[in-house]
């Protein structure tokens, strides 16, 4: 349930507060993360979550969340001194694990100071924002104490090359898509209220009442209804902590039966649709395409199109253009109900699920990157307009 808080404050000044002492535990089950003091909402965090105070004004706490500024009513959260980490290097890329392999979340900065959870040899798991992430432990000073190894060098500045684990814009090419891959754009933030987006979650149950799963990934068993499902609500919970009115379509046993037609019409009253689907084809393709109707489609479909999968791209593939398929045009059943009653509606196929490399673990990390970017996507087609 998302806390909604509708005392007025009066702003004051800023009053800085001994950052390396203070640290704020979320106390709320679900709280407003803003821009700044009654500013946009950027996110929502959990009771039980706990953020370095950078500051405090009219009863609000700055804190650093995910490379950037954001504020927290302190009507909700609770002062207390857990331990946290400086960081040190110009800029620092955030991870999904413990490895230069795993997935970037964010770029954090210099300066900046996060909730340390834990440490596994030379990294260190911090609260990001809602999630946790991993930073390199060379990079960061520990509750303020220097922690620069004798035998690494200083972190470079952004426009010099650095070392893998150090995020500046130069990074080496990746070889594959689940070897390190290029940094991931910055999250884009922007109020989203006034917007009402429909997600179809591809497959379940047709139009015979019969249950389809969707394509299958025979070594691990995972299925693409279930892939849609999950990213389906990341994306809602994404644009929800945004102001946007999402309704989440899923068609599980047991479901009312619907034709593809009848799917696409649940976008009536809606000014996006989007349709969430995977791939499947050799076992060895891979890559993301965003798919408009090929007679019915406008341009702001086709613009909302290119916006999503630029954003594909960038967030499931680390920008490598060979796993850019492109923006296609086909005769969609869903698409062509969904153009019956609004004017904007895509058909996202994030990743080809039937490949070796999508294991559970790889599934999940490609989940969050591809749910970011259609949330992202969404947002700038919406706030461009």
Do not use: C
Request: no cysteine; aromatic share 6%; glycine share 10%.
């Amino acid at each position: 349930m998302r806390l909604v808080l509708s005392t007025l404050l009066v702003l004051g000044t800023l009053s800085p507060l001994a950052a390396q002492d203070i640290t704020v535990d979320i106390s709320a089950r679900a709280l407003n993360v803003r821009s700044g003091v009654w500013g946009t909402k950027l996110g929502l965090v959990r009771a039980g979550q706990s953020f370095a105070a950078r500051g405090q004004r009219s009863g609000w706490y700055r804190i650093d969340w995910r490379g950037r500024e954001a504020w927290v009513s302190g009507s909700y959260v609770q002062r207390s001194q857990r331990r946290t980490v400086e960081i040190s290097a110009t800029g620092l890329r955030a991870r999904t694990g413990p490895s230069i392999s795993d997935t970037i979340l964010a770029v954090v900065r210099r300066g900046q100071r996060y909730v340390r959870l834990d440490r596994r040899g030379s990294w260190v798991r911090i609260q990001l924002d809602h999630r946790e992430a991993w930073v390199h432990g060379d990079y960061v000073r520990d509750d303020g104490s220097a922690s620069t190894p004798v035998s690494t060098p200083a972190p470079a500045p952004v426009s010099t090359p650095a070392p893998a684990h150090a995020p500046v814009p130069n990074p080496a090419p990746a070889p594959a898509p689940v070897s390190t891959p290029a940094p991931a754009p910055a999250p884009v933030s922007g109020d989203l209220t006034g917007l009402d987006v429909a997600l179809d979650t591809g497959h379940g149950v047709t139009g015979s009442g019969r249950f389809d799963p969707g394509s299958l990934n025979s070594r691990s068993g995972i299925r693409e209804f279930d892939l849609n499902r999950r990213v389906g609500q990341r994306v809602q919970q994404l644009l929800e902590a945004r102001g946007a009115r999402v309704t989440l379509n899923t068609y599980p046993r047991g479901a009312v039966r619907r034709s593809l037609f009848q799917k696409g019409q649940v976008a009536r009253g809606s000014d996006v649709f989007v349709s969430l689907h995977h791939n499947a084809f050799n076992a060895s393709a891979q890559g993301s395409e965003v798919l408009v109707h090929n007679t019915r489609t406008n341009s702001s479909s086709q613009r909302l199109a290119r916006l999503i999968q630029g954003r594909l791209v960038q967030r499931v593939f680390g920008g490598q253009s060979r796993y850019d398929r492109g923006v296609k045009r086909q005769a969609l059943g869903v698409l062509t109900g969904a153009h019956s009653v609004t004017r904007t509606a895509v058909l996202v196929e994030g990743f080809f699920l039937d490949t070796r490399e999508v294991t559970p673990t790889r599934a999940t990390q490609w989940i969050e990157a591809e749910a970011e970017a259609i949330a992202e996507g969404v947002g700038s087609y919406w706030l461009t307009r």
